[in-house]
């Protein structure tokens, strides 16, 4: 059975970092493109990083550019978000998602597994 489960979000000042990781299971990992989408209350959730299944497209939000990195390790089957430089504004839940598709999916419906989220909150 396919699993996503996500962690390491929690409450971080402004300009801190975090990383969150999202470990999968009951699925190849090397079939599936990864990403990272985002959901504050009142707004629609938003992709925010996502990479290719080879992990050679990669994909960032302009409101994070420069500020996050998305990764993956092959071997542990686990995605992960590095964010630095945290703002307010990246308060929110985020979620970790797989899709089959090659390249990289803007979409959160060409997303068929999702994780239940982990919260991260920036204090300013």
């Not at 971080?12 to 079939?31: E, I, K, P």
């Not at 542990?76 to 090659?102: F, G, H, R, W």
């Amino acid at each position: 059975q396919v699993q996503l489960v996500e962690s390491g979000g929690g409450l971080v000042q402004a300009g801190g970092s975090l990383r969150l990781s999202c470990a999968a299971s009951g699925l190849t990992f090397s079939n599936y493109g990864m990403g990272w989408f985002r959901q504050a209350p009142g707004k629609e959730r938003e992709l925010v990083a996502t990479n290719s299944r080879s992990g050679i497209s990669i994909y960032y939000a302009d409101s994070v550019k420069g500020r996050f990195t998305i990764s993956r390790d092959a071997a542990k089957n686990t995605v992960y978000l590095q964010m630095n430089s945290l703002k307010p504004e990246d308060t929110a839940v985020y979620y970790c998602a797989a899709t089959i598709d090659p390249g990289v999916v803007i979409g959160h419906t060409g997303y068929k597994y999702w994780g239940q989220g982990t919260q991260v909150t920036v204090s300013s």
